[in-house]
Every structure is written in C-alpha cells, then in structure tokens.
C-alpha cells in the first residue's frame, strides 16, 4: 500500500463546475504539499499545510490531521486549472526531524472542459 | 524574485557525452534540490544541498555529479548517460531543508538520451 493516495486519477469536468481531490496518507507528517503541473512543465507549488484550512483565490485545502486526509477544492473551475494535481507530504522521522525526502501521490489528473 | 531558472529547456545528448544542467534562484533560499521525473510518475529526489553542502544522495548512479557553486547556483554535471535516464529533471529550492517549506521548482530539462 502506497503511503499517499490520491483519489481520483483522473477527473473530468465541465467549466464552472466544484471540484475536490483527496488525499490520504498512512505516516505521520510535518506538512502536506499540494502541487500543480501543467503538461510538459515545471511544477508550482500550490498550498503547504500543517492544519486547517488555506484559500487562495479559487483553490482551498483543508486537512484532517487525526484522520491523515487532505482535500484540494477548485470553485468555478476553467480550463486554465487543467493539470495534474499532486499531493505529497513531509514524513516526521524517527528523532522527530523533518527533512529529506518528500514521499509524493501519483497525482490526480484534472480535464475542465469548456 | 521567487523564480527558480533552470537551462538548457531541452538537452539531447549521446551516451559518450558530457554535458552539465544548471540551475539558479536568488530567494536567498538555503536548500537546493534535483529531481527526476519520468512520464506520468511523480518526481523522485536525487540530491538536496543544505547551506551548499550535500546533504542527501539517494543513492544516484556516479554518472550524475551535482555540484552547488555558491547559494543561489546547483549543476548537475552528466556523464556516460545511459537512454533510461532521459527524463524530465527539476530543481527546486527552499527557505531551509525543513520539508515544512515550501518547495519553489523551476521548469526543468527535458534530456534525450540517445
């Protein structure tokens, strides 16, 4: 079993409509990263959560730390946000560190259609 | 300026060369990371530098050598590459080696090994 999971793979959706990608994750964690890549390009990083909630303009992520789950929201979606979405989290190590090796989702690939 | 830059876009080189990717922020950014990514897959850590000193090698085949010249400057340097290392490579920085920041990645090099 993958230590994150995301659901779905791929999405389809008609413009303006709500979006949600899950991710949930089996290790405990420092943060949560969710990231944007657009066919052929460079990644963006999008939120990094430790708690609650962030919004930035049409995109909002929450997380649930006791349940080890995370959602990215998309409102009014377009075809501009047409990527693939991917969730990965920073591991807590054995002597309560944080750095090294994020462990990534497979991404969920999103198709707004106009 | 939160651009991570990275050259040449693409890179086609035969198994006998040697060629060298370069990379560069000026975010005053302490942690400097390459990344592998091959289709559809999510990136795989190569190297971090952690105040332009190596900090982690996951395991890397020699042929890749990444140097960091001074804090905004990370190369990986190619030799004798083999056609399964052609990938999309990404460079990434952040504030510090700390997996609780954000990682900032540029736009990476696509490389042909033929």
């Known amino acids: 079993k993958n230590e994150v999971e995301q659901s779905p793979q791929n999405l389809t959706a008609q413009e303006g409509e709500f979006i949600t990608i899950n991710c949930s994750y089996s290790v405990g964690i420092s943060a949560l990263h969710w990231l944007q890549q657009h066919p052929g390009g460079g990644i963006v990083s999008l939120f990094m959560?430790?708690?609650g909630k962030k919004k930035h303009g049409r995109l909002i992520a929450t997380i649930n730390i006791q349940e080890k789950h995370s959602s990215l929201h998309i409102t009014a979606s377009h075809p501009r946000d047409s990527a693939v979405y991917i969730c990965?989290?920073?591991?807590?190590?054995?002597?309560?560190?944080?750095?090294?090796?994020?462990?990534f989702g497979k991404g969920t690939k999103l198709s707004v259609k106009p | 300026d939160t651009e991570v830059t990275q050259t040449p876009k693409h890179l086609v080189m035969g198994m006998t060369n040697k060629k060298s990717l370069k990379c560069e922020q000026h975010?005053?950014?302490?942690?400097m990371y390459w990344y592998k990514q091959k289709a559809k897959k999510p990136p795989e850590l190569m190297f971090v530098y952690s105040y332009e000193k190596l900090s982690i090698n996951e395991s890397v085949p020699s042929r890749f050598s990444p140097e960091c010249p001074n804090s905004s400057l990370l190369n990986l340097h190619l030799h004798a590459l083999q056609p399964e290392d052609s990938a999309l490579y990404l460079c990434a920085s952040s504030q510090g080696p700390s997996l609780t920041y954000e990682q900032y990645f540029g736009p990476g090099t696509r490389l042909t090994v033929t």
């Open positions: 959560l430790s708690s």
């Open positions: 990965a989290v920073g591991p807590v190590l054995n002597y309560g560190g944080s750095q090294g090796n994020l462990i």
């Open positions: 975010m005053g950014h302490r942690a």
